[in-house]
């Protein structure tokens, strides 16, 4: 607290019939008498009075100019219901006739309160604040309410905010400027794009470089050439850039200026309206004869080059000439190949704030922002429906408990929080725009002119260059958030964060609208949130560096993502973990260690920008569908008890390449993945393992059920790369339902082979395609090299996308592998006709066309007769009723022919049931 003097100096002002304001220097001494119950106004008072009183009640209007803020002494309870204007500002506390200034009791304002047309202040100390009205400042001023219980709900703050046009306008600084010769080469001007030569500059922190138009795509040029006479020719060319399609340029040529137009529209926060903005360089540099850099008054900051002016409008300004048209710049225009050019350049930023904080040496930190407000309380704060606009700063505590700002409007471009909650649940939603609609961004500028006589004509020439990389909104920047509950709630906010975020929440939801964006490197998802249990993420949640979620010693209870998750790795310990969202770990790694997994109709995706990341999940329950895993660097899966993927209409989509390629590192008990295609990319020479555990249960279609067994693997290698397969141990196998070979991977009978398998393991696979065709049969002949032999074997499996249905008549259809049906080697009925040849490639059922008799000699026994194949196995089964369990094989032999018979010598007369089994 501070001690304020007993001599105040006041200037009271009347407006003087408009043509400005009457001030009078009031001197005014504190009183010295008894301090009155009470002070109230009903009229309209321009001269400051001296107010010594318990209650001050102002029902009429303030109206005078003070040069400190207005205050009044010894008073307790403040009610505003009119108008207080002062551009100095305001101050309501209580200040004593002596001693230091101290919190009032309350101050009830439901009139508005103005410290515009000065470097004004408002400040509030009480500990019962009720504010409704408006309150007014400039741009630089200064807002402070500091109390125990604030209801600021349906309050409203403008700093420096109009509701007109001009709010859509970022505030400007100066980057670098420079004047100058240098050399020029016009043919650097006919180029594709045109360019300028490098120019010395002098930057914001007074330092001397070099710069250069460059990088832009001048391609597109106004021009105007005049020639008036056979002597004498004037050329004046602007060359644009502008990346920004919401914004349309023009270019005018005046008779003594180039003038550049920007246009754009730009809603207004608060009341929606939609308006149209200009924006003008002025660029005299041909006709301009003073090359000098002027400074101002102020601590000698240099002005922009004389040449340039910028003003900024609602509307084109009167007298412009009509626009030049686009063009681009024919060969000839120019003349010379290296001339003497006098230079004038100009950089200018356009950002949200008064000034840019923290960018030069001296220059205000974040906190010291002009234009800031600072609202404190010390028990709790509502700011339901609160509006503020224009502010560069602002500071939000309520660490006891803070009620929440549904429905409000708040812009700042800088922001600080401090919140908590005494109820268990803090509930941050719409407490301040997450975009801001100023146009931001830079502006750079190069002017040149020379002059030539070539063959009697005296050639002058204009060039102007314009870089432009405005935007039209800027995100609002969160510096500092502090938030202390139970569960902390994040619902329609964006919170972009450059300082520091600390949370002491066990629960945090992301709602579908809220996001977090940790944007400093030094930000830590764990460490800001070290007590976090479960994660609820609707939204979106990004971090500069890697995101880390719980830790192997203190593993969430549960993470449950539909949002999107955005970080440099992400690695995850929870008990429960579900995606149904999109995970990027960009140049990182993904690590997910859980117990119960469910991945359904998400993304894990690693790479961008071409890291080589790698997926590794460890779980106890693994439920995958319809859920993509892009892990350039590999895939590894360690599931102790359940691998699964719903079956073959998951959808699985995964990829992995070099160096890690494919881990299934244990096989789970139950579960398979009949659903999911694993994609392998390699470039020219890369090799990349796949491991495989599981059970080798040889060429036996049961080997593709609770296995682990793949629906599709697609090899795709790069010149003399290798797929290299084993097992995790002795005696594992893949079952691969279809085997895909694209490029150098289908080069497996070649003399350097793209496929190498281990000794003791099996690739099994059902079909085979390369380049879009069956290559089953030539895989099989191929498989028989020594490499391959008895390591890469073709099973008769007729799964979901490895089978065919063939109709054998309106009631029986078969279905039989789609590779052997297609086959053009094997008769698998032996029919004489091959299997892509014959309607009925399968012996079935209803050709068996068993019969049931009796022996017509001897004892009568039964005897069965039926049609079968020669060379085919033939196995009579049966047993004594339906009760029984299981079949007993009755007979074994091989047929000699199309028919068999045999008769059951060991039958009694006891009924018998019989099955015959015909295999080819």
Same mark, same amino acid.
């Given at each position: 607290m501070s001690t304020v003097s007993r001599t105040t100096l006041h200037f009271s002002c009347l407006r003087a019939g408009g043509l400005g304001l009457a001030c009078l220097l009031v001197l005014g001494e504190r009183p010295a008498g008894a301090t009155a119950v009470g002070y109230t106004n009903n009229a309209v008072v321009t001269v400051a009075p001296v107010v010594d009183a318990t209650n001050f009640v102002n029902n009429g209007t303030f109206s005078f100019f003070t040069v400190t803020p207005f205050e009044t002494y010894n008073t307790v309870n403040f009610t505003n219901r009119g108008t207080l204007y002062d551009p100095a500002g305001f101050r309501f506390s209580t200040t004593p006739s002596e001693g230091p200034r101290r919190r009032a009791g309350w101050l009830d304002s439901r009139g508005e309160v103005d410290a515009i047309g000065g470097p004004g202040r408002i400040l509030i100390d009480a500990t019962n604040v009720l504010l409704r009205a408006t309150n007014r400042l400039d741009s630089s001023g200064l807002f402070e309410v500091f109390g125990d219980h604030l209801d600021l709900s349906r309050f409203t703050l403008f700093m420096g905010y109009s509701g007109t046009a001009q709010d859509t306008l970022g505030y400007r600084s100066d980057?670098?400027? %420079?004047?100058?010769?240098?050399? !020029?080469?016009? +043919?650097d001007l006919e180029s594709q794009p045109a360019f300028t030569p490098v120019h010395t500059v002098t930057n914001a922190s007074g330092d001397t470089t070099a710069a250069q138009l460059l990088n832009a795509s001048f391609v597109n040029s106004s021009q105007q050439i005049n020639d008036p006479e056979a002597s004498n020719r004037v050329v004046r060319v602007a060359y644009l850039d502008n990346f920004n399609p919401d914004i349309t340029?023009? #270019?005018?040529?005046? /008779?003594? =200026?180039? #003038?550049v137009e920007w246009k754009w529209e730009a809603k207004d926060l608060l009341s929606q309206k939609v308006y149209t903005n200009y924006l003008y360089l002025y660029d005299d540099f041909g006709s301009t004869t003073n090359l000098g850099l002027a400074t101002n008054s102020v601590g000698g900051v240099v002005l922009p080059p004389p040449n340039y002016r910028l003003v900024t409008a609602t509307q084109p300004p009167a007298g412009l000439p009509p626009a030049a048209g686009l063009k681009t710049e024919p060969p000839g225009v120019f003349t010379g190949s290296g001339v003497s050019n006098e230079f004038s350049a100009y950089s200018v930023s356009f950002q949200p704030s008064v000034k840019v904080p923290g960018s030069l040496p001296g220059q205000p930190a974040i906190t010291n922002l002009p234009g800031r407000a600072l609202i404190h309380a010390g028990h709790n704060l509502d700011l339901k429906l609160a509006r503020m606009a224009g502010l560069s700063y602002l500071s939000l505590k309520s660490t006891n408990h803070f009620k929440g700002a549904l429905g409000a409007t708040i812009a700042s +471009?800088?922001?600080? !929080?401090d919140l908590g909650t005494t109820n268990g649940t803090l509930t941050i939603s719409e407490l301040f725009v997450p975009q801001l609609p100023i146009l931001t961004g830079d502006l750079r500028f190069y002017s040149g002119r020379w002059q030539e006589i070539v063959e009697g004509v005296t050639n002058r020439f204009h060039i102007l260059f314009v870089e432009s990389t405005l935007e039209l909104e800027v995100d609002a920047v969160v510096g500092n958030a502090n938030f202390r509950g139970t569960n902390v709630v994040l %619902?329609? $906010?964006?919170l972009n964060v450059a300082g520091t975020l600390s949370a002491d929440a066990q629960n945090l939801w992301i709602q579908t609208n809220g996001a977090i964006n940790l944007r400093e490197g030094g930000l830590v998802f764990a460490l800001s949130f070290p007590q976090l249990n479960t994660l609820t993420n609707d939204g979106f949640l990004s971090t500069y560096n890697a995101a880390s979620f719980g830790s192997s010693e203190n593993p969430y209870e549960a993470m449950v993502i539909s949002g999107v998750i955005a970080g440099q790795g992400v690695e995850a310990w929870s008990s429960y973990f579900q995606n149904s969202g999109d995970i990027y770990a960009g140049q990182g790694n993904l690590y997910l260690n859980g117990g119960d997994v469910v991945l359904d109709s998400g993304t894990f995706s690693l790479g961008d920008g071409g890291g080589v990341g790698e997926i590794s999940i460890q779980a106890t329950n693994l439920i995958v569908i319809n859920h993509s895993l892009n892990a350039p660097g590999g895939l590894s899966l360690n599931v102790t008890n359940v691998l699964d993927d719903g079956g073959p209409g998951s959808g699985n989509q995964w990829s992995a390449g070099f160096p890690n390629g494919v881990r299934l590192l244990r096989a789970p008990l139950n579960g398979n993945l009949l659903g999911t295609t694993i994609t392998l990319e390699l470039a020219p020479y890369e090799e990349t393992p796949i491991i495989w555990a599981g059970t080798d249960q040889g060429k036996d279609p049961a080997g593709y059920g609770t296995n682990a067994a793949l629906q599709e693997l697609? !090899?795709?290698? %790069? /010149?003399? =790369? !290798?797929?290299?397969? =084993? %097992?995790?141990?002795?005696g594992n196998a893949l079952y691969v339902e279809t085997l895909t070979l694209a490029n150098y991977a289908t080069n497996v009978a070649a003399w350097l082979p793209s496929i190498e398998i281990a000794p003791d393991f099996t690739v099994y696979y059902a079909q085979a395609f390369a380049n879009g065709q069956d290559i089953t049969d030539s895989l099989k002949a191929a498989a $028989? =090299?020594?490499e391959l032999t008895n390591r890469l074997v073709w099973v008769d499996y007729a799964g979901a996308f490895s089978s065919v249905a063939i109709a054998y008549s309106p009631s029986e259809t078969v279905v039989m592998n789609a590779s052997l049906a297609a086959s053009t080697h094997i008769d698998s009925d032996a029919d004489g006709i091959v299997n892509a040849a014959d309607p009925t490639p399968l012996y079935t059922a209803s050709q068996v066309n068993l019969k049931l008799g009796l022996t017509s000699t001897g004892p009568r026994k039964p005897q069965l007769t039926w049609a079968t194949l020669p060379g085919a196995q033939n196995v009579v089964l049966g047993k004594e009723s339906w009760s029984q369990a299981g079949w007993v094989t009755l007979t074994n032999f091989v047929s000699g022919s199309n028919t068999a018979s045999w008769v059951d010598q060991g039958a009694s007369n006891s009924a018998r049931l019989y099955r015959v089994l015909v295999n080819p």
């Open positions: 980057n670098y400027w %420079g004047v100058g010769t240098n050399q !020029l080469n016009p +043919a340029n023009r #270019v005018f040529f005046t /008779d003594t =200026s180039i #003038v +471009a800088y922001t600080d !929080l %619902g329609k $906010q964006v697609v !090899l795709d290698g %790069g /010149d003399f =790369s !290798l797929f290299k397969f =084993s %097992g995790v141990e002795p $028989q =090299s020594p």
